[in-house]
């Protein structure tokens, strides 16, 4: 038996390598585009959550400024409330009761 020739073996580790090496550029290139399509939507969570916190400013704000105008609004409701009532007591009964028609003074 004749043994293989050391060129036709040499370009066979050659054709081996090749292939290990293109199977591992196109793992690495799998890799990459997993990882740019990570980051992107990375940074997609990025904008969604700035978004949402400058949302979360402006409602917390508004809640705020409704909540003072809601404690301003009850306390002039309590001024006027008691306004009236010392109103209320002040009014003497009496006064408030019709006037009886003279006698002899109906109406024609």
């Known amino acids: 038996m004749t043994s293989p ?23 690495r290139a799998a890799a990459e585009r997993v990882r ?9 969570m990025q904008d969604d959550r700035a978004r949402l916190a400058a949302e979360l400013d402006g409602a917390l704000a508004a809640n705020r400024t409704l909540a003072l105008a809601n404690a301003d609004v009850a306390a002039r409701l309590d001024r006027a409330e008691s306004m009236l009532r010392e109103l209320i ?7 408030l009761e019709e006037p009886a028609a003279p006698s002899g003074a109906e109406a024609r």
């Open 5 to 27: 020739n050391p060129l036709d073996a040499a370009l066979k580790r050659l054709a081996n390598a090749l292939e290990s090496l293109e199977a591992a550029d196109e793992r």
């Open 36 to 44: 740019a399509d990570l980051e992107e939507e990375l940074a997609v």
């Open 89 to 95: 007591d002040s009014v003497d009964p009496t006064r």
